[in-house]
C-alpha cells in the first residue's frame, strides 16, 4: 500500500507565551502543499524483526529505528500487536525545513497501517497518535487548511482556498534548530491576530501575516530574509519563512511566471500549484 506525505506550510505563526511545561503557545494556519515524499509498506515474511526500513531520496540524520514511520509503527503496535512490515520511504522533503516532513511521514504511516491491516481507528483517534509523535504531526490526519493554537495540537478547521495560486518555496542549504528558533523568541500577543489576517486579501497579507520566528531566524542567518526579499522582488504577492525555517515560500498570482531561481545554486527550490 501506498502513499504520498506532503508537506504544509506556515501562513502566520504567532508565539504568544511560553508555558511552564516548557513549551510556547503558538498561533498559525497549516496548509497543505503537493511536495511530497513516497511511503510504502507490505507486510513482510521477516521473523526475526517487526520494522525492515528502506530509505531513498535525500538523507535523514539519525538511525533508522529513530525514523518517525518507525515510531508511528511502534506506537501502533504496542496496542494491535501488528504483523511484521517492510517500508520503503522515498525522501524529496527537506528537513530542517519548516515544511513538517517527518511530522507527515508519522501520520501517513499511521493512515497506512489503519487502512492496510483494517483497524478501524477514526480520524480522531489517528489525531490523539499523531499528536504524541510531534506537535503538528496531527495537523496530516485530516490535512486540510486548518487554523491551530495551543502548542500547534489544537486545532480548527478553516475556509480557505488558495486554488490557482502558484508557489515557490525555497530553503538554503542552513540548518535552523526548531528548540533553538524557540528559545530567542519573546512571547506576545500580535497587533493582528493570524484568525483575523488570514480573512483578508491575499494581497494585504504582507504587512499583517507575520511569523514571529523570522525576528529571532533571519539575524542568525541572513540568506533566510535575503531569499524573502528577493521572491518579493521577483513578483511574489505575499512571501514567508515557514514553521522556524529554514525554508521560504512565495505565493505567486495566477497565470505569473515564476521566478527561474532564487539564491545561490545550492538551495532546494519546489515550483508547483496550489
Ligand atoms: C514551529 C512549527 O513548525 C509550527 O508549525 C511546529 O510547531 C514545530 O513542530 P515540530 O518540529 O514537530 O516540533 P517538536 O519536534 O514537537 O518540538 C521541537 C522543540 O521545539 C520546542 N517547541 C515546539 C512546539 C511548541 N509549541 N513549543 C515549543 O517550545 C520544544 O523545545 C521542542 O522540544
Ligand atoms: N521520516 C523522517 N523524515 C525526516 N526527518 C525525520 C524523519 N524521521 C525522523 N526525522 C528527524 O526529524 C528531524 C526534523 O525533520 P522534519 O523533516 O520534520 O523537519 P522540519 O522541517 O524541522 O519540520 P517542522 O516543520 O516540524 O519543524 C530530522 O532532522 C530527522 O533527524
Given at each position: 500500500m501506498l502513499a504520498f506525505p506532503n508537506i504544509k506550510i506556515n501562513l502566520g505563526l504567532s508565539i504568544t507565551e511560553k508555558r511552564p511545561d516548557g513549551y510556547h503557545n503558538l498561533e498559525t494556519v497549516f496548509y497543505p502543499v503537493a511536495l511530497e515524499d513516497a511511503l510504502e509498506i507490505r507486510t513482510s515474511s521477516e521473523t526475526e524483526k517487526k520494522i525492515t526500513l528502506h530509505q531513498y531520496g535525500m538523507e535523514i540524520a539519525g538511525n533508522p529505528e529513530d525514523n518517525l514511520v518507525a515510531k508511528a509503527?511502534?506506537?501502533?503496535?504496542?496496542?494491535?500487536?501488528?504483523?511484521?512490515v517492510e517500508i520503503h520511504l522515498y525522501k524529496h522533503i527537506p528537513s530542517g525545513a519548516g515544511l513538517g516532513g517527518g511530522s507527515s511521514d508519522a501520520a501517513f504511516m499511521l493512515k497506512l497501517l489503519n487502512d492496510h491491516f483494517q483497524l478501524e481507528l477514526s480520524e480522531e483517534q489517528l489525531e490523539v497518535y499523531a499528536a504524541t509523535l510531534g506537535a503538528d504531526c496531527a495537523f496530516f490526519?485530516?490535512?486540510?487548511?486548518?487554523?491551530?493554537?495551543?502548542?500547534?495540537?489544537?486545532?480548527?478547521?478553516?475556509?480557505?482556498?488558495?486554488?490557482?495560486?502558484?508557489?515557490?518555496?525555497?530553503?538554503?542549504?542552513?540548518?535552523v534548530s526548531t528548540r533553538e528558533a524557540f528559545s530567542n523568541i519573546h512571547p506576545h500577543r500580535p497587533e493582528y491576530p493570524v484568525k483575523e489576517a488570514i480573512l483578508r486579501p491575499v494581497a494585504e497579507w504582507k504587512d499583517i501575516l507575520i511569523n514571529d520566528f523570522e525576528a529571532s531566524v533571519f539575524p542568525q542567518h541572513p540568506?533566510?530574509?535575503?531569499?524573502?526579499?528577493?521572491?518579493?522582488?521577483?513578483?511574489?504577492?505575499?512571501?514567508?519563512?515557514?514553521?522556524?525555517?529554514s525554508s521560504v515560500f512565495g505565493l505567486f498570482a495566477p497565470g505569473t511566471s515564476l521566478p527561474e531561481t532564487i539564491g545561490e545554486s545550492d538551495v532546494f527550490c519546489f515550483k508547483g500549484k496550489l
Open positions: 509503527y511502534s506506537l501502533l503496535d504496542k496496542e494491535f500487536h501488528l504483523p511484521p490526519i485530516k490535512n486540510k487548511p486548518t487554523y491551530a493554537e495551543g502548542i500547534g495540537n489544537l486545532f480548527s478547521p478553516i475556509e480557505l482556498s488558495l486554488s490557482g495560486y502558484q508557489i515557490m518555496i525555497v530553503k538554503p542549504n542552513v540548518f540568506v533566510i530574509g535575503e531569499i524573502k526579499r528577493e521572491l518579493y522582488h521577483q513578483g511574489a504577492i505575499y512571501a514567508s519563512m515557514s514553521g522556524s525555517g
